[in-house]
Structure formats: structure tokens, C-alpha cells
């Protein structure tokens, strides 16, 4: 299978976070003399290079003369056809992973159809160092990454833009998901303490390609997905990318679609701009929520829900996006782009809890019932709704980025800078205050029971509880000189401004009627953030990294609900420290990376208000500490491998507020941090014999984790998960080179394992699940 790009960006850019570019530019004009645009032959060149043998070392700067390629683009550019990428798009712009000094783990699109990664939660599942966190409302956006939240401060990023709205994110239009680990606020602005999540979209291509994949597999599940390609002229191309999905799932349904058409036109040339649009729709039911028994894992057999017809998770997200990239006859690139959309989410769950009697009629557990201590599948389980939740977002964003080399001081200066703007509102809504219907008792062996709730109040009615509108708007700029043959050093700095108006409304007691009272809040942040680093990099198959850098979280990041007390405390900051290395092997065939790092949240926000009691005082800290391996390629032509593994020994509360501490029923200082596990990991293997057959087999899990206790950050002493690890396995069969039949089985051993944690409750992942997919590429 063979797949041509035609984006124009050069590999050969050596910035951290800066955009690629060639370093003059042909007399000649653009494609006069090759078969395909010669931005798109460029990239193609670069990459192949690299599959084939060690790219030469970064020479000093000189004229270019004019060069004509006839070599055709190596496919393994496209992520669809290999599980290794030499490049990354997660800074600014497109750079080489291994100018990049802060730990990146990409997984590309054959992984997600190797694996059928459907959703952005599934292809986390296979980066290590990632754990999930179950909300009140029992939603799964709570990522943690190095101990640290990254989903509630706003570090999900679309093509390099921040996407802070939750709504289940599928993969249906997603050429690969890049993870850079550590601070990046030089880059990203506010957040992005334990690092960044970006998912880089599928944009159109200089070729007539086409790809449709029809699945069929356990508990009803249906889904389609199309990619086509098509090459419409000399410089322009289309693409859409649609899919459909439909589960019963034991309860837990899905049922989704998506469509995300882009058009591009100037490809190659030193124009090029895209257009595009997304809308995705789903109307699904979260897995349901099982309490702890005895603070453990409950044995609950994978797949089992318990949730009712009043369950409901349901969403749509709506945008516009557009790309402008200018290629200056110096060799300097201009990249603009923006995105505006509205996302939309409404959700109401179950959570179930296991009692020793006969439920009342209210569907409670009688008081003074026993505790529950072992069950069986006459245990009875009582339901609750968690709290109802309705969301309304609107955003856009808009970037710029200028990137060039020049040889000031006699010295090699990559050099790169830039401006982002921001405009985001939200409306969010609780119910009005009506009472809710009951839902009713069950057993442990009924599960799925379809059962409807009691009484009036069958859903939930909604009324406005708090709003916002803000502006955010940075600067940065960086610049990586050559200071030696093999040594570079990288600075960069950024001043973001920040300003949000806040409401939340007051009711009275009972249900209806108008807000009684309406708080009003103003916050407004103007920090700066820095980035260095030093690079050694010996031959072109070594580069080790030293690299330093810092991160802010505000009291709104994701807009969470602001007070004035929080809004006048200043920023929370972060720093963190990486040492590292990224080696290829077998002629450039094989990466793997290593780091030891250090992540510091040094100035926490706390409970603690300060002598005016206008502000909350920063007097928390955390760090944690430890090791990140990746490996990605083939070990021969026949093995493909793709590994991620983290280990984080020191995950610790080293301050915490006087408050917190006096409430807490452990002091938290000096215990672990929740939701870090100390081992987690990720392996898929897959070998070919002979060209038409094709297997594969992986392994994900992780050591022992812990819900957080309360708001302190710390392990709760009280409730955990056991370690697991979940198998999943491939068959592939080509009945032509553009025809074949795939058989998957994930969680192969049907292992029962916590997923997403809560302080009072845990949700199982999925179960085992088979899937026979046939795909067609013409």
C-alpha cells in the first residue's frame, strides 16, 4: 500500500517547536520539473531518507542550488502504513522528534486501526504514564499524565489549538495522537503542568486514494468508517473522512457519527490553504459506576452495567477550521490557522452500591444494614443518579508563526516566534431543582435490566448555573543556535494576557423559578514562561537532550467555577527537568527514546484564604519523579514494534494548606499522589511471514493505582485497583494488495480492571470484545 503526501514542510527543520522550512528556495518555479509539487517531494525525500539511512549532519548555512526530484514519496510518511513517524507537528509547525528535547510518544494511525482505537480514550490507553479519573458526574475527561491533570487545564490541543470542551472524541479523522510529557507553557500558554495531549487531523493529499472499513463485532457492535482522497487538480485536493457507530454494548450503548470534509488548494507551492469542516454527533450511555467493596475492586464481571433508561450521554461537536501557510523566497515560513465551533454536552449517569437487605421503596439501603463485605449474584445493589450535567461551549482560536534561519555572530540561528488569540464562552446547567425520579434496586446477576425509573421526574430539567466569556491572547518567541558541530542550545519565552468575566446564579429552595442572586467575578493574568535546553547530537542517529521548563495553571483554565477569592490568587507554577536521549538502530529502521525527569508543582493553590481573606494562599507543592522508555519500528521487515513504559517511583505531597490538613482524615504531606501508578505500559508486536498474512498481539496495563482523597491530591489510604494487564490480539489477511479481512480480540483474557477512579467509585474497562473488519482501498 502506498500513500503520497503534499504538505510542503521540509524535515529537515531543527527547532524544538518550530515550524520546518527549507533554507532557500529554487529559482525555478514550483513543480516545473518533477512529478509532484516540490514541497510535498521535499518531505517525501527527507522521510525516505530516514527509513532507509541516517539523515547527514546539520550543515552550515549555504545556497542551495535547484534541485529536480523524480523519486516517488515514501509512503511510510503517512502514519496509515507504519507505527513510526519520524516527525511531530505537537510544538509549532512540523520538526524531527529528535530536535524536540522534552519526551514525545506519538501513535499513529496504523496503531489505531491495528488495535481499533476508536476513541481518544482508547488510544491513550496505549501511552504509558496516562491514567483516567472518573468526575461526580461520572464523566472520563479527567486525564492525568505524570500525576497531573491535563484535561481539566485545558492541555487536549487540536492541531496545536487548544480543545478544552469535553465530548467523546472519536479517531475517525485523526492521522495520529501526539503526547510531549512535561511543562510547555512557552508553547501552549496556561496549563500543561504534566504535559500536552494534541490530535493532529487528517488533511487532503496530492493523490487519488481512498479507503473504506466496515466492522462488525460482539454486543451489537457496528461501525464504518471512509477516508477519500481526491486529487482534484494540479495543486488542489479534497477530503472526507466520515464514520458511523452503533453498540448495545451490555447497556453502556454507543451510538455516534461523524463527518469531516477539507479542502486544499496551492499544494507545493509557496501558497498553500485549507478549509475545512467537522461535526461529530453522539448519543451514547456512559459505562456504569460500580462503589468499592471493602476498598477494593469489586468483582464485577467485566461488562456489567447497571445503568437505566434515564441514562443519557450526549453530545455534538460543530466547527470551522482554516490554514494559510506562505513559504518567503528566504527560505521563511508563515503559518496562520484558526478554528470556531460550538460543542455540546448533556450527560446524566448511574453509580451502583452494594447493600446486605432488601432495598426500601425508596430504592435506598435500609439503615443500619451491615456493611457488605463478599458478594454473589444475589447481592442486592442499590442506584443512584450522579449529578446531572449540561455544557454549552463556544471557541475560537486563531495562530500565527513565522519561522527562519540566519547566521547571526557567524553562528546557525533557527529562530522562531509567533502570536495566539483566543475567544471562549460557556454556559453550563444543573438541574432546576426538581425532584428526580428513583431509581430502582437490582441484583449483582441482573445486570443490563433495562430498568426505567420511578415516579415523575424521569430526566432532568435544566436551568442556567454559572457562565463565562474570556479573551486570552500570547507572544513567544525562541531561537536554537548551533553553538558547536554537535552541541545546540534552545531559549524561548512567552507573555500570555489573560482576562475572564464569571457568573454563577443563585436559587432558592425547591424547584423553577428565576436566579435570586447572581455572583460576579473578573479574573485577570498576565504571567511569562520560559524554555531551555541543550542538545548533543553526536551523529545523526544520537541526540541526548538536557532541558528545562515551566508551566501556569490559573484559576481558570478550563473555566471551572471561579470565587473571588480564587480569582484574585495568582497563578499556580511548574517546572520541570528532563534528561534524556532518542537513538535509532538497523540503519534508521528502529527509535527508541529514554528520559529521567522531574516535575514540580512549587506554589499550589490551597484552601487556606490569606490575612485579608481576599485571595487563597500557594503554600502546596508536589513533584514527581522517574523514568520514560519508548521503542517504535521494525526490528526486521518482517517485525513491527511499538513499546511505551513509564515509572514513576516518587509521586509525592510535599506541602499542603493548614486547612487541608486540619479537615483531611490523613495528613497528605509526604503521601503518594493519587492516580499514579508507579508502572504502566504498552506493547504491540506484529509479524508478517508471507506477504498476505499479517499478526500481532499487545499488552497495556499498569501496577496498583489509587482515587485521590477529597481535594487534596494525595492516594486515598481507603480504596484502590489491583495491577493488570490486558491483552489484545490481530489477524490480518490480504486477499490483494487493496483488499483485506482483519479479526481483533481486545482484552483477550476478558481481564476485569479499574479504568477511571473516583474517591467512592470505580468504572471497569471494557470487556472482551471481537471484531471481524473488512477494508478496501481504491
Known amino acids: 500500500m502506498t500513500s503520497v503526501p503534499s504538505r510542503s514542510d521540509s524535515a529537515g527543520a531543527r527547532a524544538a517547536g518550530m515550524p520546518a522550512f527549507p533554507e532557500t528556495v529554487p529559482s525555478a518555479p514550483f513543480g516545473e520539473s518533477a512529478r509532484l509539487p516540490l514541497g510535498a517531494l521535499m518531505l517525501a525525500a527527507s522521510v525516505s531518507g530516514w527509513a532507509q539511512t541516517p539523515p547527514a549532519p546539520t550543515p552550515a548555512p549555504q545556497a542551495l542550488k535547484p534541485v529536480t526530484v523524480t523519486e516517488k514519496a515514501d509512503p511510510q510518511v503517512q502514519g496509515k502504513d507504519a507505527v513510526r513517524t519520524r516527525q511531530t507537528s505537537i510544538g509549532k509547525g512540523t520538526q524531527d522528534i529528535r530536535d524536540v528535547p522534552q519526551s514525545i ?160 488548494w496551492g499544494l507545493g507551492t509557496a501558497d498553500e490553504f485549507t478549509v475545512g469542516l467537522f461535526h461529530l454527533n453522539n448519543n451514547n450511555v456512559l459505562p456504569g459506576a460500580v462503589r468499592f467493596l471493602n476498598g477494593n475492586l469489586a468483582p464485577i464481571r467485566p461488562g456489567d452495567n447497571y445503568n437505566t433508561r434515564a441514562d443519557f450521554a450526549d453530545g455534538s461537536a460543530d466547527y470551522v477550521h482554516g490554514a494559510w501557510n506562505h513559504l518567503f523566497d528566504d527560505g521563511g515560513r508563515l503559518r496562520t490557522q484558526f478554528r470556531s465551533g460550538v460543542f455540546e454536552r448533556s450527560q446524566w449517569a448511574t453509580v451502583a452500591s452494594f447493600c446486605s437487605r432488601t432495598p426500601t421503596a425508596a430504592g435506598a439501603c435500609p439503615t443500619g444494614a451491615p456493611a457488605v463485605t463478599s458478594i454473589n449474584p444475589d447481592t442486592f445493589l442499590t442506584r443512584t443518579g450522579l449529578t446531572p450535567r449540561k455544557d454549552r461551549y463556544k471557541a475560537t482560536y486563531a495562530q500565527g508563526d513565522y519561522g527562519n534561519t540566519f547566521g547571526w555572530f557567524g553562528l546557525r540561528h533557527e529562530v522562531l516566534a509567533g502570536v495566539d488569540a483566543a475567544h471562549e464562552e460557556a454556559d453550563r446547567f444543573q ?168 516535575t514540580e508543582k512549587y506554589n499550589e493553590r490551597t484552601t487556606d484564604l490569606d490575612f485579608a481573606g481576599t485571595a487563597y494562599t500557594l503554600s502546596g507543592k508536589r513533584h514527581t519523579s522517574g523514568l520514560e522508555l519508548d521503542i517504535v519500528g521494525r526490528i526486521t521487515p518482517q517485525w513491527e514494534v ?59 496495563g499498569a501496577t496498583e493505582n489509587r482515587p ?71
Request: charged share 20%.
Open 105 to 264: 510518544t506519538v501513535v499513529t494511525e496504523k496503531l489505531i486501526d491495528d488495535v481499533k482505537l476508536d476513541t481518544l480514550r482508547d488510544a491513550l490507553r496505549y501511552t504509558a504514564g496516562i491514567t483516567f479519573a472518573a468526575t461526580e458526574n461520572g464523566t472520563d475527561q479527567d486525564i492525568r499524565l505524570r500525576g497531573f491533570p491535563i484535561a481539566t487545564t485545558g492541555d487536549l490541543m487540536i492541531d496545536g489549538m487548544r480543545d478544552p470542551s469535553q465530548y467523546d472524541r472519536d479517531t475517525f479523522n485523526l492521522d495520529r495522537v501526539e503526547v510531549m510529557r512535561g511543562s510547555a507553557s512557552m508553547l501552549f500558554g496556561r496549563g500543561s503542568t504534566g504535559g500536552v495531549v494534541n490530535q493532529v487531523s487528517k488533511k487532503p493529499l496530492l493523490a487519488d486514494q481512498s479507503d473504506v472499513v466496515g466492522t462488525v463485532g460482539s454486543r451489537g457492535y457496528v461501525r464504518t468508517t471512509a477516508d477519500f482522497n481526491i486529487r482534484t487538480g494540479e495543486t488542489t485536493a479534497l477530503r472526507i473522512n466520515a464514520m458511523y457507530n452503533k453498540a448495545d454494548n451490555g447497556g453502556a450503548t454507543i451510538d455516534k457519527n461523524g463527518i469531516a470534509p477539507s479542502f486544499s
Open 431 to 598: 438541574n432546576n431543582g426538581s425532584t428526580l425520579g428513583i431509581r430502582p434496586p437490582t441484583r449483582v446477576g441482573t445486570p443490563d435490566d433495562n430498568a426505567g425509573l420511578i415516579g415523575n421526574g424521569l430526566s432532568p430539567q435544566w436551568r442556567p448555573s454559572s457562565g463565562y466569556s474570556a479573551k486570552a491572547v500570547g507572544v513567544f518567541a525562541q531561537d536554537l543556535v548551533q553553538v558547536a558541530p554537535d552541541w545546540k542550545l534552545l531559549g524561548g519565552v512567552r507573555y500570555d494576557s489573560f482576562r475572564g468575566d464569571f457568573e454563577q446564579f443563585g436559587y432558592a429552595a425547591g424547584a423553577g423559578g428565576a436566579p435570586t442572586g447572581t455572583t460576579r467575578t473578573r479574573l485577570s493574568e498576565s504571567p511569562w514562561s520560559y524554555r531551555g535546553g541543550v542538545l548533543y547530537q553526536p551523529s545523526p542517529t544520537q541526540s541526548y537532550h538536557l532541558s528545562y521548563g515551566t508551566s501556569f495553571n490559573t484559576s481558570a483554565d478550563t473555566y471551572q467555577y471561579v470565587t473571588p477569592q480564587n480569582a484574585n490568587t495568582p497563578p499556580e507554577k511548574s517546572r520541570n527537568l528532563e534528561l534524556g536521549a532518542k537513538l535509532d538502530w538497523l540503519d534508521g529502521k528502529l527509535s527508541t527514546r529514554g528520559a529521567i525527569f522531574r
Open 642 to 700: 511499538y513499546g511505551s513504559y513509564t515509572w514513576v517511583p516518587v509521586a509525592r505531597i510535599d506541602a499542603a494548606g493548614i486547612n487541608t490538613i486540619a479537615t483531611s482524615a490523613v495528613n497528605p504531606v509526604g503521601q503518594r499522589v493519587g492516580l499514579t501508578p508507579k508502572q504502566s505500559g504498552a506493547l504491540w508486536v506484529t509479524y508478517q511471514p508471507i506477504p498476505k498474512l499479517r499478526v500481532g498481539v499487545g499488552a497495556r
Open 708 to 778: 485521590l482523597v477529597g481535594g487534596t491530591g494525595a492516594a486515598s489510604p481507603n480504596a484502590r485497583v489491583p495491577g493488570y494487564v490486558v491483552f489484545d490480539s490481530l489477524v490480518e489477511y490480504k486477499f490483494t494488495p487493496d483488499v483485506y479481512a482483519q479479526l481483533n480480540v481486545n482484552n483477550l483474557t476478558n481481564k476485569a480492571f479499574g479504568d477511571q477512579l473516583y474517591p467512592g467509585f470505580t468504572v471497569l474497562g471494557p470487556k472482551r470484545t471481537v471484531l471481524a473488519s473488512v477494508g478496501v482501498r481504491f
